[in-house]
């Protein structure tokens, strides 16, 4: 684990080139959140994160993310979003421990999660496969609007995630970044949501997605080092 001063060091440096990047496209700064991506670090890393002053945190599993929250106590502000793959049957402990959920990618998966939360809509993003790849979730492009006409019912989408093919450099999540803001403002005309949220880019490739109009990009790596096993 790095010491606190690293990360702080290191969140500041991502922070300042997420500032570089939004003026770069001719947009606020401040219309680009940071989810530190803290899969296998440690309660300690966190802690020192957020004493820096990182309030999002995203996780890939349930049950990691529940003995962190433990561990890191009820920090003022702190809010969890779960970045990995949600099976249906962590659905109603997923509900009570993150505030978005970036991973819906089936009506049953969000009647699951709108069953364990029934008095406040579970708030989503829908992961889309841009690459069709059989190792990735997320679903196809063609299926968004099927998806959106009957989970809309029981959770309120935010917008959509997605996770680029891996390119030989930056510049190739590009295409996929962008085709996935058009695919937002299609769906807008379309289905009359706002779908405010795009979640994309991660360490090597945030600042191209903000330049494509990324509102939140998942970084884990360029602040806390490489992950612990």
């Known amino acids: 684990m790095l010491t606190a001063e690293e990360i702080a060091e290191r969140l500041a440096q991502v922070r300042e080139r997420m500032d570089r990047a939004a003026r770069r496209a001719a947009r606020a700064p401040a219309t680009v959140r ?36 433990l561990a890191v106590g009820p920090l003022p502000g702190i809010s969890w979003h779960l970045i990995g793959h949600l099976q249906t049957n962590k659905a109603r402990a997923a509900a009570a421990a993150f505030d978005l959920i970036e991973s819906l990618d089936s009506i049953r998966l969000a009647q699951a999660l709108a069953k364990a939360q029934p008095a406040r809509r579970p708030r989503v993003l829908i992961e889309v496969n841009l690459g069709a790849e059989t190792s990735k979730t997320g679903i196809a492009p063609a299926q968004l609007e099927p998806l959106i006409a009957a989970a809309r019912e029981v959770v309120d989408i935010a917008g959509l995630m997605a996770i680029p ?65």
């Open 165 to 229: 093919p891996a390119g030989p450099n930056p510049e190739a999540s590009r295409p996929y970044f962008a085709s996935l803001r058009e695919l937002r403002e299609r769906l807008v005309r379309t289905t009359g949501l706002g779908l405010s949220e795009l979640s994309m880019g991660m360490t090597d490739d945030f600042e191209i997605a903000i330049e494509e109009g990324a509102t939140i990009v998942r970084v884990g790596r360029a602040v806390f080092g490489e992950r612990l096993a």
């Open 34 to 69: 940071l989810v530190l991506a803290s899969k296998t670090q440690p309660a300690p890393a966190i802690t020192a994160a957020y004493q820096a002053g990182a309030r999002l945190f995203g996780e890939n599993y349930v049950q990691e993310a529940l003995d962190k929250q």
